[in-house]
């Protein structure tokens, strides 16, 4: 494969990783601008056709979609980082088990103080298990994957067959005073803020542990397979296999899409059941379908305009939740319970193409983004270089910056190092 093939190769990863980072935020910034949702109500303020046409759209094409595929790209990653330590000598359980420090670190200062759907710490907890399992032969893998999906979907059906909601959920009146609550204490101050996060734990706890963390794990497993076969590193775009994934991965990813919303999204079991269980195959055909968009020469630009984004994952994913802070609570400018759906995704696709712009311009300069770096250094135990070398000292045959990732953690996919971002389950 020739030097200008690897990095298309490198760079379709890169790009597939900063696509699903923009869907994480458009799903992230619902619960950032309002406290409507995170208690399973729609905010009476915004009840329009409109309104409502937009929370369908969502929650068909993008609720609970794109944190898998930031799951599968982490364990993709993983299995860049176990390459980079062969080839540098050095002890791989070492090195992610101070990667995976940092990210609980990272994750609990960022639930804390910027956003209390955090993904990364749970993230770090299955890449324990991750670690653990690393030398299971690819069959087992799948397996363990599959075990996991089965696992959670059952206990949806379960749940939603047997438990009566409505003894520990409150009622919709009570739901609409909480969610106003919420808002109100989003206007506050750092005081203010800190304490609804703290609020917040018991239930992304027990999210975690009975969603997020293991269909987390089970495509961190996939995404192992697919790293060890290299499968993203062999796509030219015209393979049938693309065309054959988006036939079957469309209508069934759509299909549950469809019982998700219709049955009332995150506040029924049977359509979250749903939602895991088909969520997968819809992501897949986004996948699929980027990868042929960035390998015809008419669109290739895509893949040049995702990938500074994907690159620096991780420090665009903190980016975000800092651009909701500011925006929405009384730190910044108190917007929240001001925007209307609408004027959410608008935001979202500002605050995602001003990330562009800056990752391409940041990594013109820099090898890494600033959060990827001090990872990286905390995962080798040494100082990385931080600037990019002048371009008659770079080696020969490379046209552009060493390459960075955020894997293992979702940081970026880089040759040397995977990548580290996500989001919460039914926030991403």
Known sequence: MTTQGSMRRVLDVDAVR??????????????MASGYPGN??????FDSGLDHAVRVLSAVFVDMKFYVLFSFLF??????????ARRAGAAFSAR????????????????????????????????????????????TAIRIAVALYAL??????????????????????????????????????????????????PLLLVQAASMQGPTALGMFLVGMVAGRRQWLARVTGGEPVLRRIQWVGFPIGLLGSVVYTASGGNDNSLGVAASVATAPMLAAAYVATLLRIMHNPRTAAVRAALAPAGRMALTNYLGQSVAGLVAFTGIGFGLAGTFSPLALVAFALAVFAVQLVVSALWLRRFRYG??????????????????VPPADQRPAGRTGPPHAGFAGTGAGSGADEPSVAVPRQNRA
């Not at 900063?18 to 619960?31: D, E, K, M, S």
């Not at 364990?75 to 980079?84: I, K, R, V």
């Not at 009570?174 to 204490?185: Q, V, W």
């Not at 600033?370 to 600037?387: C, D, G, I, K």
Request: aromatic fraction near 10%.
């Open 18 to 31: 900063g696509f699903a980072l923009f869907g994480i935020f458009v799903v992230n910034v619902t619960f």
């Open 40 to 45: 399973l109500v729609t905010d009476p303020d």
């Open 75 to 84: 364990g993709y990653s993983f299995t860049l980082q176990m390459a980079a």
């Open 96 to 139: 992610m088990l101070r990667r995976i420090a940092g990210l609980l670190v990272i994750g609990a200062l960022h639930t804390v103080f910027l956003y209390g759907g955090d993904v990364l710490v749970t993230y770090a907890v299955a890449c324990l298990v991750l670690l653990l399992l690393r030398d299971v032969r690819d069959r």
């Open 152 to 201: 959670v979907v059952l206990s949806g059906v379960a749940g939603a067959l047997f438990v009566d909601r409505s003894a520990f959920l409150p009622g919709e009146a009570e739901a609409l005073a909480n969610g106003a609550e919420t808002t109100r204490a989003l206007l506050g101050g750092w005081g203010a803020v800190i304490e609804g996060h703290l609020a917040g734990l």
């Open 370 to 387: 600033p959060v990827e770096w001090a990872l990286r250094w905390l995962t080798n135990a040494r100082r990385p270089a931080f600037l």
